[in-house]
Structure formats: C-alpha cells, structure tokens
C-alpha cells in the first residue's frame, strides 16, 4: 500500500467519522418528546410521617442517619421536580479538531480557535467560516455588529413530518441565534460565543405555547455549535483533498477579509471566472449590462423575478432592490474575489451579501449540475 492510499484512506475514514458526529447531533436536533420519565410521580404526593410513638417502659430502638434526606441548598427551591425534571441525557459540545479548544465549566456555550501562524487573521477566519456554514443551511445574517463583534442570524427554519397511528403531523421548528465574538491577548487565539435569541414551534401550522427554560436553550446552542464544529471539521478535511476544475467552478465561498464588507471568493483562476460570472448572475435575475475586463468590473442590471422563476432555476429568491450594480473582480494567489456595489458606489452590507451569497451558491450549484446532465 502506498503513502498517498494509505492517506487517502485516513481522510476517508476522518470524514466518515464527522459525518457520524453530525448524523449523531442532527437526530438529536428535533421535535424531542422524550424529555419527561414515563413512570408515574406518586412520590410527589408523599406526606411527612409523625415520628414513632415508644410505649413508656420500651426502650427507644437505635435510629441509623444513612437514610436522611438533606436539606436542600439555598437557591435550589424552586428546581424542577415530577414531570418537570428533564431525563434526557447532557449535551455535550464536541471539539473535532485539534484547532479547537472547548472552555469547560462555563455556563456560556463557548468555543476557542486557535491559527496555526501568527500570520493568519484568525478573527475574519472565524466569522468566515460562521457565514459560509450559515450559508449552506440557507440562513443569512441579520445583523453584524461589528463594534461588539456580535452576529445574528435570521431564521433557521427546520421541518419534520411526523406519522403515528395513520395520522400525519406537521413539526415546525424556527430559531434565532446570536453569534459572539471574544477577543483575548494572543492574536492567534479567538472564542466565539453562541446564544438562542428567538424560539418558535408550530405544530399542524399551530403555535406551540413553549416557554424554553435556560437548560432548553443552553442544550439548542450547544447543538448548534456542534454542527459548526462539524462543519467546520469536514470543510477542513475537504480542503486537502483534489479537486476537479469543475468543482472549484461550482465551490464558492463568503469572505470577511473585511468584517463590514465580505468579498465572494471562487477557486479558480480570473479568466475562467469572468467566462463563468455571467451565466451565474443570469440565474439571479442579473443581467451584464457593460463589462471591462482590463478594468476588472461589470454593470449588472437586477431585476425582480417571478416565483416560477426562483423555482425552475433551482435558487434562493434575491431579496436585492431592483437597480443597478456594479461588480469588482480581482485575483489574489489563483483564487478570484467578487465584490459588489451599490447606489453611490458603496459596497453592499454584510447582510445583502450573506442573503445574495445564498443565490449564488445555488445558481453555481445548479449549472454544476446542468453539466453533469448534459455530459451523462
């Protein structure tokens, strides 16, 4: 066997194990109606016993401490008890790779990544990685403060379908979640923060009256750190792995090389990706309206889209304002970077370009695809 195979199948079975992890954390991840014991709580109804009568001329029998239920703490009164108590098992936040340092003892969902270089800006790293996981469960950034490096994402929307004895339930599920960014002395090192900010259920279009105690949002938030932390890992391990031409075409990828203003970065070099950009916005609802490729720029035109549309090219509806756009293209070690402007040449917010990445990557996905059916 040689090196590369035996490497190629380390990967494999790294991946493998990730992908374990997630299946793992996403089962976990529902509609879970386990939370509560399935006995009975007749001990809730037990009353004190008066103390044992010793008829007089009987000695007292000897009495053993072993027994004693403890007083409880102060602060622990109002615990939940009966069906209240919640048996399922802790979660745990998982740290797949060895650039991640989970902080323990912490009622904060916190984890820490480390660079490998004092070179890298660890910091846009890390939000980079956020968007573009964000941006492959279809979620866009709601707001980006960046003077308190905090994220907040707009809904993530999950939806289950449940059939027990002959009757079909629908399970919706959307949440909410702020993204905190902690800075500390070492530049190579940054922690970031996850909290559950907005929670909703609905179940057959119903809203569920569901007042999520702290231990309920605790236990979503470290579930979806785990599932960025897998994420992040298989990404990781992907990254190392050859790519065909055509794969790079179709990879795109959010970059916070500015926190305020992020670029879309392709793997591929300038020209192949000006030939491509084109056929990409076309499926957005954008059309070139002038382009100077000495200039490296284009004028696109976008225009509001019917339903029909969005759904037979297989993308995210664009939620841009209908005008025109100008977009930067530069080259920077073989990888090409998009950024796009605006109304007095200012480039669009982090939101508008979390939301329009999604489109993208759908459009870049979806003429992946084409091809392949059309060489088949």
């Given at each position: 066997?040689?090196?590369?195979?035996?490497?190629?199948?380390?990967?494999?079975?790294?991946?493998?194990?990730?992908?374990a992890?997630?299946?793992?954390?996403?089962?976990?991840?529902?509609a879970?109606?386990r939370?509560?014991?399935n006995?009975?709580?007749?001990?809730?109804?037990q009353?004190t016993?008066?103390?044992?009568?010793i008829a007089e001329?009987?000695d007292?029998?000897?009495y053993t401490q072993?027994?004693?239920?403890?007083?409880l703490?102060?602060?622990?009164e109002?615990?939940?008890?009966?069906?209240?108590?919640d048996?399922?098992?802790p979660?745990?936040?998982?740290?797949?790779?060895?650039?991640?340092?989970?902080?323990?003892?912490?009622?904060?969902?916190?984890?820490?990544?480390?660079?490998?270089s004092?070179?890298d800006?660890?910091?846009?790293?890390?939000w980079?990685?956020?968007?573009?996981?964000?941006a492959d469960?279809?979620v866009?950034?709601?707001?980006?403060?960046?003077?308190?490096h905090?994220?907040?994402?707009?809904?993530?929307?999950?939806?289950?379908?449940?059939?027990?004895?002959?009757?079909?339930?629908?399970y919706?599920?959307?949440?909410?979640?702020?993204?905190?960014?902690?800075?500390?002395?070492?530049?190579?090192?940054?922690g970031?923060?996850?909290?559950?900010?907005?929670?909703?259920?609905r179940?057959?279009g119903?809203?569920v009256?569901?007042?999520?105690?702290?231990?309920?949002?605790?236990r979503?938030?470290v579930?979806?750190?785990?599932?960025?932390?897998?994420?992040?890992?298989?990404?990781r391990?992907?990254?190392?792995?050859?790519?065909?031409?055509?794969q790079?075409a179709?990879?795109?990828?959010?970059?916070?090389?500015?926190q305020?203003?992020?670029?879309?970065?392709?793997?591929?070099?300038?020209?192949?990706?000006?030939?491509?950009?084109p056929?990409?916005?076309?499926?957005?609802?954008?059309?070139?309206e002038?382009?100077?490729?000495?200039?490296?720029?284009?004028?696109?035109?976008?225009?509001?889209?019917?339903?029909e549309?969005?759904?037979?090219?297989?993308?995210?509806?664009?939620?841009l304002?209908e005008?025109?756009?100008?977009?930067?293209?530069?080259?920077?070690?073989?990888?090409t970077?998009?950024?796009f402007?605006?109304?007095?040449?200012?480039?669009?917010?982090?939101?508008?370009?979390?939301?329009?990445?999604?489109?993208?990557?759908?459009?870049?996905?979806?003429?992946?695809?084409?091809?392949?059916?059309d060489?088949?």
């Amino acid at each position: 066997m040689t090196m590369s195979s035996t490497g190629h199948r380390l990967t494999a079975a790294k991946r493998y194990s990730v992908l374990a992890c997630a299946i793992l954390v996403s089962a976990c991840s529902g509609a879970d109606t386990r939370r509560q014991a399935n006995q009975d709580f007749e001990y809730l109804k037990q009353t004190t016993k008066p103390e044992m009568v010793i008829a007089e001329g009987l000695d007292a029998p000897l009495y053993t401490q072993r027994y004693n239920v403890p007083e409880l703490a102060p602060g622990t009164e109002d615990y939940p008890v009966g069906a209240a108590v919640d048996v399922r098992s802790p979660v745990q936040i998982l740290a797949l790779s060895p650039l991640v340092r989970v902080e323990e003892g912490s009622e904060n969902v916190t984890v820490w990544f480390n660079s490998r270089s004092s070179q890298d800006d660890v910091s846009s790293q890390v939000w980079s990685l956020l968007a573009n996981f964000l941006a492959d469960k279809k979620v866009a950034i709601a707001n980006l403060d960046e003077a308190n490096h905090t994220l907040e994402t707009d809904w993530l929307i999950n939806q289950e379908t449940f059939d027990e004895f002959k009757e079909v339930s629908e399970y919706e599920l959307k949440q909410r979640y702020k993204f905190t960014l902690l800075t500390v002395a070492s530049k190579r090192t940054v922690g970031l923060q996850v909290d559950l900010i907005d929670h909703e259920e609905r179940l057959k279009g119903t809203k569920v009256d569901n007042q999520l105690s702290k231990g309920d949002s605790r236990r979503f938030a470290v579930q979806m750190l785990n599932l960025l932390s897998i994420y992040y890992e298989v990404d990781r391990i992907e990254g190392h792995n050859q790519e065909t031409e055509q794969q790079k075409a179709s990879k795109l990828k959010i970059d916070f090389v500015d926190q305020q203003h992020p670029v879309i970065t392709l793997s591929i070099p300038f020209d192949d990706a000006w030939t491509l950009l084109p056929k990409v916005l076309s499926k957005v609802g954008m059309t070139v309206e002038d382009q100077d490729k000495l200039a490296a720029n284009m004028l696109v035109s976008f225009d509001e889209q019917s339903d029909e549309f969005w759904l037979n090219n297989k993308v995210t509806r664009v939620e841009l304002e209908e005008d025109d756009y100008r977009i930067q293209v530069g080259e920077i070690k073989g990888h090409t970077s998009i950024a796009f402007f605006g109304e007095n040449k200012q480039p669009l917010s982090a939101e508008a370009m979390s939301q329009l990445f999604i489109s993208l990557k759908d459009a870049a996905d979806a003429l992946r695809a084409e091809k392949v059916e059309d060489e088949e």
